[in-house]
């Protein structure tokens, strides 16, 4: 086995650098090569299937309430097979079949940059009535499990997760890229869009199991190489983004029968992955090497990101952020969870009509109220707004970390859409969200990983956003397409990269 490059030089801010998009970068992006194109869903070549059962119930959360962190009502549910299967039913399903001439495509329950679905999931299951312990693949397009290891290995995710687990969890997500999809059409932008795109769907399997009484939390510091091996992943064209324990079960008994120790053979399963005709993309590898842990790696990381405690929150993130007794959104539906999540999409015809400063800012907290992670607090990316028609509040660039702070006023709509890459929808939204963070900074003080959570972490904001504007009969659409340098200049920052967009408003 080749010798692994030291992971300082070139440093992770050399991809981003690199990937940022100028005037001339968006005009080399090159037609699609539609005969290339990856199936957006995994399928396993001779594997038997477990079909899930149609959820025979539903969270019956108020979506709001759900997103402002409120206590769920009610006891948790069992998480047994039709507990599984309100889960994923709920979080991560198909929403619309699209048809276009001959081809059909899918949407889904979170929103995708370009509607290219990098994403897979798997579970790892112990103890869960009804299912055999093992590892499972999700296959959402049909609603069965596709079991791809016998046995119990709880254990084995715990010891090679980074923090403190004091209790087992009842269930352990963990979503994996498929980098080929994305990179198809973004090329190597898509390293960033994957974990945008996998912190939207994440935040939906958290909000979900917080309706479901469950708590989770979203670990970014594990051992990839293990965790590929135990998802039997062809790790060239597919990689371990994200642990999600779901937990809901007592504390954690003895050693399991497959301990941490257990080696693990490498096999990656045949599956229609093994087809996809996918370009190289020296930067993407360059990244994922990067921000890659192994075996030391994932404790000395872990020892960096100090503080987490798995098991500390009651349910999910810390309630700072949401003023006592806050409430009074006016045009603010009771809309339940699953209806918010099965009725998200991107909207981007705006209408020209006012919403008030008091309603807006009832978004943000709700957007900034956090889910229980790894991620130190400091590293989580910093908001700024730009006001574009808010009643109550004067056009201009705002920043938000937990009060409000004026950086500039004046009306920066076509500013907008000219760095949103001539995204004229942009023009029309009552406000934008934009995310950035230190990256050079934050890379030094907690590693190279801390890029994947930083991209991770915005794209949970962005989907609390879209459902926010969901329980509002408002619309939201992601913005991954920017000029990078040049919306870093519009949001007038010194040291701070942007991350992520995001447009809101009326429709
Ligand atoms: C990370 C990310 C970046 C996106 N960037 C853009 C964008 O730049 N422009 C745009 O019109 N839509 C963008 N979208 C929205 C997607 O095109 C949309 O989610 C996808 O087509 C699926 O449609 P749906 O969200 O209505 O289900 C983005 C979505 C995500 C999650």
Redesign the pocket.
């Known amino acids: 086995m080749k010798a692994t490059p030291p992971k300082t030089t070139p440093d992770i801010l050399a991809y981003h650098r690199e990937t940022a998009h100028t005037y001339d970068s968006v005009r080399r992006g090159g037609e699609l090569v539609w005969a290339t194109k990856p199936r957006d869903f995994k399928v396993y070549q001779s594997l038997p299937e477990k079909a899930l059962p149609d959820p025979s119930f539903l969270p019956e959360a108020d979506a709001w309430a759900v997103l402002r962190g409120e206590p769920s009502v009610g006891a948790p549910v069992t998480l047994d097979l039709p507990g599984l299967a309100a889960l994923l039913g709920v979080s991560w399903n198909l929403?619309?079949e699209n048809v276009y001439g001959e081809a059909i495509w899918y949407?889904?329950s979170y929103?995708?940059?370009?509607?290219l679905y990098p994403l897979e999931l798997y579970l790892v299951a112990q103890g869960l009535d009804g299912l055999e312990d093992g590892v499972y693949h999700y296959s959402l397009h049909k609603f069965v499990l596709t079991r791809v290891r016998s046995g119990d290995f709880n254990e084995l995710v715990i010891s090679r997760c980074g923090g403190t687990w004091p209790e087992r969890p009842a269930l352990i997500g963990i979503v994996t890229n498929v980098l080929w999809r994305s990179a198809w059409k973004y090329h190597s932008r898509a390293y960033r869009?994957c974990f945008?795109?996998a912190g939207?769907a994440v935040a939906n399997l958290a909000l979900t199991a917080h309706g479901l009484g469950l708590r989770s939390c979203l670990i970014h510091v594990f051992d990839d190489q293990v965790i590929s091996r135990l998802l039997c992943l062809d790790d060239k064209r597919e990689a371990p983004c994200l642990v999600v324990p779901i937990f809901g079960r007592g504390p954690l008994p003895g050693p399991a029968s497959n301990s941490g120790s257990v080696e693990l053979t490498s096999h990656a399963l045949a599956s229609d992955l093994d087809t996809y005709q996918d370009t190289a993309y020296p930067l993407i590898d360059q990244a994922r090497r990067l921000t890659s842990l192994t075996g030391q790696e994932v404790r000395e990381t872990a020892a960096r990101w100090v503080g987490f405690d798995a098991g500390s929150s009651a349910d999910h993130g810390s309630p700072a952020a949401v003023p006592p007794g806050a409430g009074g959104v006016d045009d603010l539906k009771k809309i339940s969870l699953v209806k918010a999540l099965w009725q998200?999409?991107?909207h981007?015809q705006y209408v020209q009509r006012p919403v008030s400063w008091e309603t807006v800012a009832q978004v943000l907290d709700a957007v900034r109220y956090p889910l229980v992670s790894d991620i130190p607090p400091e590293a989580g990316p910093g908001l700024s707004v730009i006001v574009q028609q808010v009643s109550g509040l004067a056009p201009g660039i705002y920043r938000f970390d937990g009060s409000r702070h004026e950086v500039a006023t004046g009306d920066f709509r076509d500013a907008v859409v000219k760095v949103?890459?001539e995204?004229g929808?942009t023009r029309r939204a009552a406000f934008v969200l934009f995310w950035h963070a230190p990256l050079d900074r934050l890379a030094a003080a907690y590693g190279p990983r801390i890029y994947r959570a930083i991209h991770l972490a915005a794209?949970v904001m962005?989907e609390k956003a879209y459902l926010a504007a969901e329980v509002l009969g408002w619309g939201a659409?992601?913005?991954?397409?920017?000029y990078d340098q040049e919306a870093k200049e519009l949001l007038q920052l010194a040291d701070e990269e942007v991350v992520?967009a995001l447009s809101v408003g009326p429709i």
């Open positions: 929403t619309r949407t889904r929103p995708s940059a370009g509607g869009y945008l795109d939207h998200r999409r991107s981007r949103c890459l995204q929808f794209g962005g659409c992601g913005i991954g397409a920017f992520y």
